[in-house]
Every structure is written in C-alpha cells, then in structure tokens.
C-alpha cells in the first residue's frame, strides 16, 4: 500500500510538531523493524501507534526520542531535522512498559531526581546593567515547586514521603507519569504504559491518561497493542503490521471503513468474507447476492467484511440468507451468536437472544458490506470428506489424498486412514479447508472427465497467459486458474484438479 493512501490529509506545516519522512530501521541481524513509514503527528494530538507485538511500534518510538538512529529518513520536530539532537535534548519525555522507579527513594525523590541533574541557563544583570548568562542548577525551591506541581497533574498530591512499596500498581504508574511530566515536555511518548495493569485498573488509567491529556494540552504519542484501548483513548490510530503502516485515521474511520482485512481483522472482531464482485455494486458471499456501496469491478476476488453488531436477525424466510444458531453467550451488554450458513459461521451481536438450534435468517444493509480488493493467490473452498474418501467442494466431487491431513497416516483396506500413532480413524463427512493453486486446474470440453461442471464467466489476458473464471450453476462457485490455451467465455466445461495439487486441511481436531 502507498504512503497517500495510509497518510491522512495534509496539514499546514506549522500544525505538525513530528513528521517522520520515509523512516527506515534495520538492524544488524538484517531484522527490518521499521520499513519506510511516514506520518505526522498534529500538535496536541492523542496519537496512538496499534499493532501486534514485533510490528515495530516500541522501535518508532525510540527513535522518535533518540534513543535509537533510523537507518534512513529523516525525523523533523516543529519543522526541524533532529537527526543530531541527543535524547535530552529534545521536549520529549517518555513513560516505559515497565515504569522503573528507584525503589530506594520516595515519591518526591523519584520525580525530582532528573531535576537535581537539569542545568538550565540564567540571566543576571550585573551592577553596571550588563546582561550576564550562567548556567545553573535549578534552585531547591524551583524543584520543590516543579515536582509538586507533576504531582497534582497524576492526583497524587501529598504523597512526597510515601516509599514507592506502599502504592498501587496503578499509583505507581501515575508516579512514572508525573516523572516524565516533571520537564514539561511537550511530547509525551507513552509505551505500553498500562501493559502491567490488571483489566479494572487498566480501564481507570485509560480515562485518567485521557483526562490528563486534555488538562495538559500536550502531544500524546501512545503505544498499545489493545486495540480496544487504541479506540477509546486516541485522535488518531497508526494501524502498524511488519514495521509497515497499514492504515492511519480516527477510531470510527478506522474501525467502519478498514483498508485492508489485516486492520479490519485486528480491530474488533469481525465477519471476514471471500467473496466476488457479481454485478455493480453487488457482491456475492455466503452464498447470496448483496447490494453493497463499494464499487469493484466484476468478477473480482474481494474480502467482505461484516461487523457483528451489524448483521440483524429476522425469522427464518424473513431475511436474505437462512441458517441455524449455533451457539449463544452473554457478554454484559448483548449476546454473542454463531450462526452457520452451509459450512460459514456467521458471528452476530445482538441485544436479543437467539438460542441455539433455532432457524433463523439475516439481513445486511448494503452500507454495513465492507469491501475491500484481495489479492488472489490462490482458491480457497470449505469442503468434507465423503465415505469415499474423496472430497466434496466447489459444487464438485474430487479424488484427494486424505492421507496429508495426518502426518505419517495411510488408508487401510477398509478405507479407515491409520495414523503415526496407529489410530484408526473415519474421515466421513469431516470438515476440511481445501486449496487448489492457480496453476492446478485443468478444464475439459467434457462434462464428465471433471469433478465439477460450469460456465467460463471470466477470460483476462494477462501478458503470456489467460486467467479464466469458470462458475458452476448451483451455487455459483468459482474456479479460477491460469491457462495459456485460448477458450471462449460462456464455453460448458468441467474442472479437472490433479489429486495430489488439492491440498487440505482440517477445520478442526477430530476426537479420537
Ligand atoms: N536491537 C534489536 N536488534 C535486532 N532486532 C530488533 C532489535 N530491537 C527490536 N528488534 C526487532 O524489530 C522488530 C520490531 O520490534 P519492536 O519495535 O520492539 O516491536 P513492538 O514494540 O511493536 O512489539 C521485532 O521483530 C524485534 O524482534
Ligand atoms: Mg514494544
């Protein structure tokens, strides 16, 4: 994905404090921990860096501070490179995962200790008038000043003499906090702060930190891999994956219109769809037809993300699509229902419950069908086994090699597999993920030398060979694979895959 299409929109210069331009961070084990990232963050923003652990969020950071040196790229503060500024020099100041505070010393200790270090420059006036700059310590009674101050910031006024042993979790966390507060600085870089906190702390820090970001004006750069957290406290979210950035907006942008099915999986959960364009604006999955408001063009392999509180459920034959609920749990503030389409689960949130076993249909309004382009690599089907030990997908019954699902395993003459540990087990009707490469299909003008029969819908040149969709009546499923003969679409054909290129996989552990 291109930097414009993760970058926000642009604002004036003066309003950026941070602007990382094309920032790139390998180490010396080859590890790219950061991969040509760019954004800015606005001044007095509450921005949020979100990913999985090892996306390189904690890495942005340091640099950011000047802990760490990008290996290119450049880092500008209020407009200006800071690629030479040491740490302490620059109005950043930084509260870690793990808040470190010197257990030896008490509350006011533990703030004022940078302040005791801190020189700052003064200026006297000598008799004869002349301005006269030294460069000092600051005064007993300006650090006093100062670490009171912080401490009223984090609400924890009169808590000077206390040792750090007899606070909170919570208490200390905040004393970290009035330490980075204690230089004023004007960037506060926040890493994972709460990480060590149980979830009901956790949940008052949140609004605390929120709190505390408004009272005081300044930039909050934040660190999380909750994407909860992300969404409750932040401006702004960085969706970040593989050192990359995958998304950059405001929570509601984010968490409504993902870019991709990696931000719209990681925020929230989610409905994740394969799907194909069928018309305008109509996209097939689970098996239906839907209106959507994503314009794609036709036949084109997209991801279909659906919320869960977005998906309504009516009566059976009352809405779009019927199936069966499959399971229910209550989760505080509404149920959370599984409900299986065919071989798809669909998951539901709803205030009303639906209890398991009961038929019921769903509707999805055309603005709740996140559409979003797939790179298809290869096809994708949920299949069974049948007492055959063939597999049935994609409207077609195919020869497979069962024996790939057990490591080992062989058939015995009865047709039961025998695995490594000599488990005899039988595969009838087992559910399994099924893979056919782009490259693994063959087509025949004869119904019957194929495992499934369809229409040719589709022929895309694309360069030194043709890229063919061929889709069966019933369900309309697709088959799609590269070919370098020449074919004419609505051409009857039937889908030859050679047994051992369909690759399966179990949906789940069989009991044994
Ligand atoms: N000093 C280092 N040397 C080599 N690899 C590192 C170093 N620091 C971090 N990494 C790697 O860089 C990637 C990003 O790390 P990090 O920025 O800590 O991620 P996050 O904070 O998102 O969990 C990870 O794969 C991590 O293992
Ligand atoms: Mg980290």
């Known amino acids: 994905m291109t930097n414009e299409k993760t970058q926000r929109a642009e604002l004036k210069e003066q309003e950026k404090i941070i602007q990382l331009n094309n920032i790139t961070r390998e180490f010396s084990d080859g590890t790219i921990a950061v991969d040509d990232v760019s954004f800015y963050v606005r001044k007095g923003e509450f921005i949020t860096f979100l990913g999985p652990s090892g996306c390189g969020k904690t890495t942005t950071l340091r640099m950011i501070a000047g802990f760490d040196k990008p290996t290119s790229g450049q880092i500008l503060l209020n407009g200006k490179d800071i690629s030479d500024l040491p740490p302490h020099k620059r109005p950043i100041n930084t509260v870690f995962q793990r808040y470190a505070l010197f257990p030896h010393l008490n509350i006011y200790e533990n703030i004022a200790f940078g ?10 006036q000598d008799q004869e008038g002349n301005l006269i700059e030294k460069i000092e310590k600051l005064k007993k009674s300006e650090i006093r000043e100062k670490v009171e101050k912080a401490l009223k910031m984090v609400d924890l006024e009169g808590f000077e003499k206390r040792s750090v042993s007899t606070l909170s979790g919570g208490q200390q966390q905040r004393v970290a906090i009035a330490r980075a507060l204690v230089n004023e600085p004007q960037i506060l870089l926040l890493d994972e702060p709460l990480g060590a906190l149980d979830l009901k702390m956790r949940k008052d820090m949140q609004l605390e930190l929120k709190e505390m970001h408004r009272k005081l004006g300044i930039t909050f750069i934040y660190v999380t891999h909750d994407q909860e957290e992300a969404l409750t406290m932040s401006d702004t979210i960085v969706v970040m994956k593989d050192g990359k950035i995958q998304q950059i907006g405001n929570p509601t942008d984010i968490y409504n219109e993902p870019k991709n099915s990696f931000v719209a999986d990681f925020i929230g959960e989610s409905n994740i769809f ?3 364009m069928v018309g305008e604006k109509i996209v097939r999955f689970i098996g239906k037809n839907f209106e959507c408001v994503d314009d794609f063009a036709k036949n084109e392999k997209v991801d279909v993300v659906v919320r869960p509180e977005d998906v309504k459920l009516v ?9 069966k609920i499959i399971s229910s749990i209550f989760k505080g503030m ?15 949130q709803d205030t009303i419950e639906r209890k398991v076993g009961e038929k019921v249909s769903l509707i999805i309004n055309p603005n709740d069908i996140h559409i979003m382009a797939k790179e298809f690599s290869t096809n994708k089907y949920d299949g069974y086994i049948t007492k055959r030990n063939t597999v049935c997908f994609g409207d077609g019954e195919f020869e497979c090699d069962v024996t ?7 058939l015995d003459e009865e047709g039961y597999l025998i695995t490594a540990e000599g488990d005899k087990i ?7 993920n099924v893979e056919v490469g782009l490259k693994d299909i063959e087509i025949s003008d004869h119904e019957e030398d194929g495992g499934a029969v369809g229409n040719i819908i589709s022929i895309i040149y694309k360069g030194d060979h043709y890229q063919l969709i061929v889709r069966t009546d019933e369900n309309e499923e697709d088959y799609v694979f590269d070919t370098e003969y020449t074919w004419n679409e609505n051409d009857r054909v039937s889908v030859i895959i050679p047994k051992e290129k369909i690759k399966l996989s179990l949906k789940q552990e069989i009991k044994r």
């Open 115 to 124: 302040l005791k270090l801190k020189k700052v420059k003064v200026t006297y």
């Open 274 to 276: 394969s799907g194909t």
């Open 315 to 323: 009566d059976e034959g009352k809405g779009q699509v019927n199936g």
């Open 334 to 348: 509404h149920y959370e229902m599984v409900m299986l389409i065919g071989k798809t689960e669909v998951v539901i």
């Open 404 to 410: 790939q699902l057990y490591k080992g395993s062989f």
């Open 426 to 432: 039988d595969l009838t009707d087992v559910d399994v």
